[in-house]
Nanobody, 123 residues
C-alpha cells in the first residue's frame, strides 16, 4: 500500500488549491481515505474523510463549506479541493488509508500514510 500526496504550494488568502492523493498497491474502493494536516508546533488534525462503505464524506468544523473531498476509484486518486483558504489552513497535508468501516477524522484509525504536501497560505 502506497499513498502519494501532491499539489501543495503557496496560495493567497481567499484562493484555491487542489491536493491529490494517488494510491497504489491496493483497491481504493475498499479503503476509507482521510486527509489530515499538521501546522507548525501543533498536533496533526483530521480535515476530511471519504467513506468506503456508503460514499459519505465528513469534514472538520474548521473547513466545512470550504473544502471538498472526492475520489475517483478507477483512477485511484482522492482529491481535496481547498477554497477560500485562510492563513490558519497552512500546514503539511497528509492522506491516509484504512479498511475501517465508514471513515474517521482521528489519526489513530488509519494504518497507511503518505508523505505530506506543504500548503502555505500567505499574502
Amino acid at each position: 500500500v502506497q499513498l502519494q500526496a501532491s499539489g501543495g504550494g503557496l496560495v493567497q488568502p481567499g484562493g484555491s488549491l487542489r491536493l491529490s492523493c494517488a494510491a497504489s498497491g491496493f483497491r481504493l474502493d475498499y479503503y476509507a481515505i482521510g486527509w489530515f494536516r499538521q501546522a507548525p508546533g501543533k498536533e496533526r488534525e483530521g480535515v476530511s474523510c471519504s467513506s468506503n462503505t456508503d460514499g459519505r464524506t465528513y469534514y472538520s468544523d474548521s473547513v466545512k463549506g470550504r473544502f471538498t473531498i472526492s475520489r475517483d476509484n478507477a483512477k485511484k486518486i482522492v482529491y481535496l479541493q481547498l477554497n477560500s483558504v485562510k492563513p490558519e489552513d497552512t500546514g503539511v497535508y497528509y492522506c491516509a488509508a484504512d479498511q475501517m468501516y465508514h471513515c474517521s477524522l482521528v489519526t489513530t484509525g488509519y494504518e497507511y500514510w503518505g508523505q505530506g504536501t506543504l500548503v502555505t497560505v500567505s499574502a
